[in-house]
């Protein structure tokens, strides 16, 4: 099992930049790819970023790519994901999730966070 909490997340304004953190545990949890998923209010959840176990290859959605950068640091177990640029289309909760290898499809994380809030409005 693996657990997995966010935090970071609030109310921003369009422009401005926000760190989220997720503090992973469990077996083996290093050996795990990460990821972000978002969901807007009435939409369905979208993938953000991920990163593999090795922290060394990431991969982003197009509408992220070049204003978010994910990261981790597998001493801390501990994944970030830093938003820059941030616009009201960013808005949504915010998961951390984990899978064996990297995916780009939220359904197949086999474990979630329980969220945090990202709030861009002017």
């Known amino acids: 099992q693996v657990q997995l909490v966010e935090s970071g997340g609030g109310l921003v304004q369009p422009g401005d930049s926000l760190r989220l953190s997720c503090a992973a545990s469990?077996?083996?949890?290093?050996?795990?790819?990460m990821g972000w998923v978002r969901q807007a209010p009435g939409k369905e959840r979208e993938f953000v970023a991920a990163?593999?176990?090795?922290?060394?290859?990431?991969h982003y959605a197009d509408s992220v790519k070049g204003r978010f950068t994910i990261s981790r640091n597998k001493a801390k177990n501990t994944v970030y994901l830093q938003l820059r640029n941030l616009k009201p289309e960013d808005t949504g909760t915010y998961y951390c999730?984990?899978?064996?290898?990297?995916?780009?499809?939220?359904?197949?994380?086999?474990?979630w966070g329980q969220g945090t809030q990202v709030a861009v409005s002017s």
């Open positions: 469990g077996r083996s949890v290093s050996d795990y790819a």
């Open positions: 999730a984990a899978s064996v290898v990297v995916v780009t499809d939220p359904a197949k994380y086999d474990y």
């Open positions: 990163i593999n176990y090795r922290a060394d290859s990431t």
